[in-house]
Each structure stands twice: as structure tokens, then as C-alpha cells.
């Protein structure tokens, strides 16, 4: 009787202490990684990470391989056009992408207002971005900064009649905030435009600084 319930013991106390485990993955190179415990690991065991409930549903970490995101921006540049004044814009981007620790990468949508001159225009364009992560994006860590850049080309609307083609390139620095390390973060991005835009007869370009605030989920 006295073994029974030391063995009962046992297995509860084991249970209780594998359902309220949980690790932070530091650092992985192929199938190999570098792991932190909340509680003692022993070399040479091995752990299932994720648990079933009554009903069936998977219990682990929710993972961050996709992601959709929208970002909100303000810009105040000045062309090199003759008599030119300085411009404020105000711009949406959206993002869907996918997340490979180190790197992330996909698609992107933008649409901006700019007004100069008592006059408002408006512009679509459509491009990619990529980011170089100095912090991996992994599941558990909370706060991110690397490199970005992104591309794009569309059509503005001048708001006199009048539409040109435009191409956009930026480069800069962005940092990721997961307040709860969880899957949701806000986005900051802070670097250097430069903006192409043809018209009849040749070019003209706008350059500054600019940054953009916005809202991403992970999946």
C-alpha cells in the first residue's frame, strides 16, 4: 500500500511539473537549439512541449510564421523641382509576409494623400519589403530591432487633372514590440526615402526622412 501511493505521488507531482513547463528557444541551427527552462532539464530527456486538453485542442505557444500587418505614416520631404515648397504625406501601408527568424519578407500595399500647394493628391503603389532581424523573431521574445527596406511603383493622382508614374525606395531601422511575448506586436520603421516621380519631358525626385507607426499579428 505504502509503494502504491509513493508511485501515485510521483506521477502527480511529474504531471503537474510537465504541464507548467515552458521554454524559451535562445537559439537554433538545424535541428539543434539552445533552450531556457522554468525548471530543471535533465541532458538526455526528452519533453513533449505540447499538450492536449479534455477537448483535443493543442496547448502550446502559438507560432509566428505568418503575419498581416497595418502601418500608419508621416512624411515631410522637398523636391528638387524648381520653386518647390515642402510636402506633407500621410500614408497606409499594408503587409502580408512570411517570417523566417532572421529574415521576413512578402508583399506590400500602399496608399498615401499628400498635400502641397492648397492641392491634394493621391497615390497607389504596390512593391515588397524585407527585414534583417539582429534578435531572431521567435516565439517568446519581446522586443525586436534590425534592418528594413521595401520598394514600390504605382500611379499618383495629382488632384489637377494630371497622373504620373512614381517609384519609391527606402531603407532604414525597425524595432518590434510583442507587449505580452505574445503574437501581436506595434511596429515602428525609421529610415530615408527616396521617391522617383516621370513626367513629360523627364524626372524629378523627392528624398527625406520618414517614419511609419503600425500594428502586426502573427499566426
Known amino acids: 500500500m505504502r509503494q502504491l501511493l509513493l508511485i501515485f505521488t510521483m506521477i ?20 539543434t537549439a539552445i533552450v531556457e527552462s522554468n525548471s530543471p532539464l535533465a541532458p538526455g530527456a526528452v519533453y513533449d512541449l505540447i499538450s492536449q486538453d479534455q477537448f483535443g485542442d493543442d496547448m502550446g505557444m502559438a507560432t509566428r510564421e505568418n503575419f498581416v500587418g497595418l502601418s500608419f505614416g508621416f512624411s515631410n520631404t522637398k523636391s528638387d523641382a524648381q520653386n518647390a515648397t515642402n510636402e ?26 499628400n ?25 517568446g521574445e519581446g522586443f525586436l ?47 530615408y526615402l527616396y521617391e522617383r516621380q516621370t513626367v513629360t519631358g523627364g524626372y524629378y525626385s523627392n528624398s527625406g526622412f520618414t517614419g511609419t507607426a503600425g500594428i502586426f499579428a502573427y499566426y
Not at 88 to 110: C, H, I, K
Request: proline share 3%; net charge positive.
Open 12 to 31: 502527480t507531482l511529474t504531471a503537474g511539473t510537465a504541464s507548467a513547463q515552458k521554454i524559451k528557444v535562445r537559439k537554433v541551427k538545424g535541428n
Open 88 to 113: 506633407s504625406s500621410m500614408t497606409l501601408d499594408t503587409r502580408f509576409g512570411w517570417n523566417l527568424a532572421t529574415f521576413e519578407l512578402g508583399p506590400l500595399v500602399q496608399f498615401s494623400m
Open 115 to 139: 498635400h502641397a500647394n492648397d492641392v491634394t493628391s493621391t497615390t497607389w503603389k504596390l512593391g515588397g519589403f524585407a527585414d534583417y532581424n539582429l534578435v531572431p523573431n521567435i516565439t
Open 145 to 191: 530591432y534590425g534592418l528594413t527596406a521595401w520598394g514600390a511603383f504605382g500611379n499618383m493622382d495629382r488632384g489637377n487633372g494630371t497622373k504620373v508614374d512614381i517609384v519609391d525606395a527606402f531603407g532604414g531601422l525597425v524595432v518590434k514590440w510583442f507587449p505580452t511575448s505574445s503574437s501581436a506586436c506595434f511596429r515602428f520603421d525609421l529610415g
